[in-house]
């Protein structure tokens, strides 16, 4: 079982590294045709958010509010896909259950 032991350890090690690009990786999502533009880190962090002087001058709070939730949850769902990916890299060599 000592094998299995350091492959584990060996794989915490990869997927801490992991993790810690995923937190320094950027994704910029748009939407709302450009009106709103979204900056979300691979660890599922909001960076930023810019609004477009166009959609602030509309005064249309509910539609803002609308691109607003759209965009981050394209966000969020894009950042979870991309870490999924990597960590999957990851954990696929092992064939663990769970992961």
Do not use: C, F, H
């Amino acid at each position: 079982g000592g094998n299995m032991m350091a492959k584990l350890a060996k794989m915490q090690e990869e997927m801490a590294k992991t993790q810690e690009a995923l937190a320094g990786e950027r994704l910029t999502v748009t939407a709302g045709g450009g009106a709103i533009t979204i900056v979300i880190s691979g660890a599922q962090r909001i960076q930023s958010i810019a609004v477009s002087p166009e959609l602030m001058a509309s005064g249309d709070a509910e539609m803002l509010g609308d691109i607003l939730v759209a965009a981050v949850n394209e966000a969020i769902e894009r950042s979870q896909v991309l870490a999924a990916e990597r960590l999957q890299s990851v954990t696929g060599g092992l064939g663990l259950p769970g992961m």
